[in-house]
C-alpha cells in the first residue's frame, strides 16, 4: 500500500557533497561548477563539520554523496567515524565506479546501503546520458557490493530521454540484487539548466500514466519504491520541508542549503566558516520558504516553472509538491 512520507520533526537528514570531483560527465549532472568548484573536503574537516549536525536528541542519517564520494580516498575513515559520532544510518551515493576498493575497506554493518545511479534498463539509452561504459561498471558494481552482503539501492532520474525504459526496470532490479528503487525527477540545474533543456522534465500525464503504476509493480516484485509526489491538487495541501524538517544539503566550500532546487544559486541559508554554522544575509531560501503561492514550491516556480498549466482563467491546474515529498510503496 503506498504512503505517502510525511517530513519528520525528530529526524536530521544530512547530505554531505564530500567532493564535487567526478570521473563522468552525465548529461544531466546536477553539480554547477561555477557554484561548487571542483573540491574535495579533507577527511578531518568532513569530521568537524559532521559534529555540527548531529544532535543526541534525534536521529542523524547521513548520505555521503559527491561529484563521486568513492573518489574520496578517506571515504572509509568518515563513514567510521559518522557512526563514532552517532550517525544512525549511513547511505553512500555512487555512480558505481566504486574506487579506492571501497567495498574491501567497510562493513556491511557500517554502510546502510550503497545507492547506485543508473538511468537506463539499457547500455545504450544509459551510456547516452551518463557516458560510454557506465552501464557496465554501474551493474558490475551493484554485483560486486550485493556478493559482498551490502544493501544495495538504485536511483533512475527519469526524463523525456529514458522514460520509454522504466517498464523494463523490474527484471533488471531483479536480477541485481537491488533491495530498494527510487525514482527521481530530473531537476533543471546544473548541466541540465542550459538552453532548450526545460523539455527533460516530464508532463503531468506522462508522469503519473507511468510511474505510479510501475511503482506499484515492482513493490509487488519484491522491491521497496520511492518516488516524489510531485503533482497536487488545487485544494490539497502543500508544505515546504524548509519550514518544517531539518535537511541539510553541504558542499566542501562551506555553503549549506535547506533547498535543493537552489543549489545553482548562491542561496544557501547557512555557512560553515572556521569550524561554525552561520546564517546567511538575506536574500536567501530561507526568506523564500514561507511565500504562499497557489503554484506550491516557490523555488520551482522561480527555477523551473515549465512543470506548471494554467487553466484558461490563469490560475494553476495543479500545484508542485516540495521535491522532498515522497510516496513510498513497501516490498510487497
Ligand atoms: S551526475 Fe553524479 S556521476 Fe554524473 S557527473 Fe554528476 S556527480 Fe558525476
Ligand atoms: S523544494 Fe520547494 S517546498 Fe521543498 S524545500 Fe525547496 S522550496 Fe521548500
Redesign the pocket.
Known amino acids: 500500500m503506498k504512503k505517502t512520507v510525511s517530513f519528520s520533526k525528530n529526524a536530521v537528514n544530512v547530505f554531505f557533497h564530500i567532493t564535487t570531483r567526478c570521473n563522468l560527465k552525465c548529461a544531466h549532472c546536477y553539480i554547477n561548477p561555477d557554484q561548487h568548484g571542483n573540491l574535495t573536503l579533507p577527511a578531518a574537516t568532513v569530521t568537524e563539520w559532521l559534529e555540527l549536525f548531529c544532535a543526541p536528541d534525534k536521529t542523524a542519517n547521513l548520505i555521503l554523496l559527491g561529484g563521486e564520494p568513492t573518489l574520496h580516498k578517506d571515504l572509509a575513515r568518515i563513514i567510521k567515524e559518522a557512526r563514532q559520532i552517532g550517525y544512525g544510518s549511513v547511505t553512500i551515493d555512487t555512480n558505481g565506479y566504486l574506487f579506492n576498493g571501497i567495498l574491501d575497506q567497510v562493513t556491511p554493518q557500517e554502510v546502510d546501503y550503497f545507492s547506485f545511479s543508473l538511468d537506463g534498463a539499457t547500455e545504450a539509452t544509459n551510456d547516452r546520458i551518463r557516458g560510454a561504459g557506465c552501464y557496465a561498471a554501474c551493474t558490475q558494481g551493484i554485483k560486486q557490493a550485493v556478493k559482498k552482503g551490502f544493501a544495495a539501492s538504485l536511483i533512475y532520474t527519469v526524463s523525456r530521454q529514458n522514460l520509454h525504459e522504466l517498464a523494463d526496470m523490474p527484471q533488471l532490479l531483479s536480477e541485481l540484487g537491488v533491495s530498494r528503487f527510487f525514482i527521481q525527477v530530473i531537476g533543471i540545474r546544473g548541466r541540465s539548466a542550459g538552453p532548450g533543456k526545460d523539455t527533460l522534465q516530464l508532463t503531468r500525464r506522462q508522469w503519473e500514466e507511468n510511474v505510479p503504476p510501475l511503482a506499484e509493480k515492482i513493490a509487488k516484485s519484491g522491491i521497496t519504491v520511492t518516488y516524489p509526489r510531485v503533482f497536487l491538487e488545487p485544494d490539497e495541501v502543500f508544505e515546504?520541508?524548509?519550514n518544517t524538517a531539518e535537511n541539510y544539503f553541504i558542499f566542501p566550500n562551506g555553503r549549506v542549503y535547506?533547498?535543493p532546487?537552489c543549489e545553482d544559486h548562491a542561496l544557501h541559508s547557512l555557512r560553515i566558516e572556521d569550524g561554525r554554522i552561520s546564517n546567511t544575509p538575506k536574500i536567501n531560501?530561507a526568506d523564500?520558504?514561507s511565500l504562499d503561492i497557489p503554484q506550491g514550491?516557490?523555488?520551482?516556480k522561480l527555477v523551473q516553472g515549465g512543470n506548471i498549466s494554467y487553466n484558461a482563467n490563469g490560475k494553476p491546474a495543479w500545484k508542485i509538491a516540495?521535491?522532498?515529498l515522497k510516496e513510498e510503496i513497501p516490498a510487497g
Open positions: 515546504c520541508a524548509g535547506q533547498c532546487l531560501e523564500l520558504f514550491c516557490v523555488i520551482n516540495c521535491c522532498l
